[in-house]
């Protein structure tokens, strides 16, 4: 039996796709140490450095101290301590939302939030490029769910016509091929008729591999004329970008529900997600990753807590970001580099081959950097890459130490 993992593991060895995990620990100023070599870090989520600041360090020691180190228990059970309401109430107010609801990760909201939120019958549009969470959530859903090509809102626009029909003329053989796929979670009522079967469309603000942005004007102006509604993923925006630092969708009106994370800008880990209040409620009994999941911990929830005071704050640093990752961009591509339709903190460098990414984070790292190289299937075959994500700690020094060894590997190549 244990034959087939044994070849699925040569498989990737093979197709030069195969992972390790490595042992870490942050060094300070933007640089890590892996299997005891320090290196420059343009591998992290840590967009403003928040994971290494005293604030969010001494609020998750009071929060221990004042609670202890678990929550033990869901947060249905005991788990639900006083301080999330609190924080929850925070980030509402940040946001501009009318409530929100904290889960224990990004992973787990996006794949059980869309799970319980769609409800059989409804029309479910997600870019092409979403994150597995939520191509996860949609598999589990039952929904009729479809992928328009990326950004393309003339696509997304012509599937929906076509898919409303199909479910108005043959609304049962939808229900079989629902059935057929195995989708499991049904708990919105399906005595919906197809007419008037919700519509959503599901995106990043920030897509995480490309480093690109939604066109959040234009689906929040369809979204209004045509009555659908949104499911946006803010893990990457969260922090970097909006009113208050808080997001894309911060402080704009619309139906549905706006997501991210606190383990990426927001320096510590765990998950939100902001919308109405009976949203809310809905998802406080009918979705599984906060039923059956045990509540943050007070390390954690001290954590996000300082975070939320602290990043309304640092326009200063979110400006030193993005001209920084502009310098990058624009140096890279005068070499001569695609870089997708990157215009944030994310910036892949595309080289195609699996062998090219490889090579390129070798010599980088070689010479004191570290910069993943993202391979299928995290990414379509073909577009194999080294994907930079920047920090407000960087210097420019550093960058341009980096772009000095990407122009000389790129010269020795060619
Ligand atoms: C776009 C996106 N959504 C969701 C997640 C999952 O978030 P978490 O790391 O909190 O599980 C990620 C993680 O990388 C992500 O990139």
Redesign the pocket.
């Known amino acids: 039996m244990l034959d087939q993992y044994a070849q699925a593991l040569q498989d990737r060895v093979e197709n030069q796709t195969l992972r390790a995990l490595r042992s870490c620990a942050p060094a300070g100023n933007g640089e890590i140490e892996i299997n005891g070599k320090r290196l420059v870090n343009f591998s992290s ?1 840590d967009y403003l450095g928040l994971s290494q600041h005293p604030a969010l360090a001494e609020r998750s020691i009071e929060f221990v101290k004042k609670y202890g180190t678990g929550s033990g228990a869901s947060r249905l059970l005991s788990g639900n301590l006083d301080a999330f309401e609190k924080i929850e109430k925070k980030l509402a107010d940040l946001k501009g939302a009318e409530a929100a609801l904290i889960l224990p ?4 909201a ?1 794949s059980t939030v869309l799970a319980a939120a769609l409800a059989q019958n409804s029309i479910v549009a997600a870019d092409k490029y979403v ?1 597995r ?2 191509i996860e959530g949609l598999q589990l859903s039952s929904s009729n769910w479809f992928r328009y090509k990326h950004n393309d809102l003339a696509d997304l626009e012509q599937q929906f016509e076509r898919r409303a029909q199909a479910l108005i003329e043959k609304p049962d053989e939808n229900k079989a091929k629902s059935k057929k796929k195995g989708r499991r979670i049904q708990n919105v009522s399906a005595k919906v008729s197809a007419e008037s079967a919700a519509k959503w469309i599901v995106t ?1 603000s920030v897509f ?1 591999m490309d480093g690109d942005t939604c066109k959040i004007d234009d689906l929040l102006f369809s979204a209004a004329m045509r009555g659908f509604a949104l499911f946006i ?1 803010e ?2 925006a969260t922090g970097v970008t909006g009113e208050n630092g808080m997001g894309m969708t911060a402080g704009k009106e619309f139906s549905g529900i706006s997501m991210g ?1 606190f ?1 990426k800008a927001l320096g510590s ?3 939100y997600i902001c919308c109405s209040k009976l949203m809310r409620e809905y998802l406080v009994n009918f979705c599984s990753g906060l039923i059956y999941s045990t509540a943050l911990p007070p390390a954690v929830l001290g954590a996000i807590d300082a975070a939320l005071d602290i990043v309304p704050e640092m326009d200063e640093e979110r400006l030193a970001l993005a001209a920084n990752a502009e310098y990058m961009r624009s140096s890279l591509k005068k070499m001569g580099f695609d870089t997708a339709g990157s215009t944030t903190q994310i910036i892949p460098i595309i080289l195609g081959t699996e062998e090219s990414a490889l090579n390129l984070c070798k010599y980088l790292e070689d010479n004191g950097f570290c910069v993943p190289a993202i391979r299928p299937p995290t990414v379509p075959s073909g577009s194999s890459r080294l994907r930079v994500s920047l920090s407000a700690v960087h210097t420019l020094d550093q960058i341009d130490q980096f772009l000095n060894l990407v122009r000389s590997w790129h010269e020795k190549k060619n």
Not at 105 to 108: A, H, R, V
Request: net charge negative; charged share 10%; no cysteine.
């Open positions: 989520n990760s990004g992973f787990q996006n994150h969470s939520i990043e995480s993923d893990a990457h994370t383990g880990f765990g998950a």
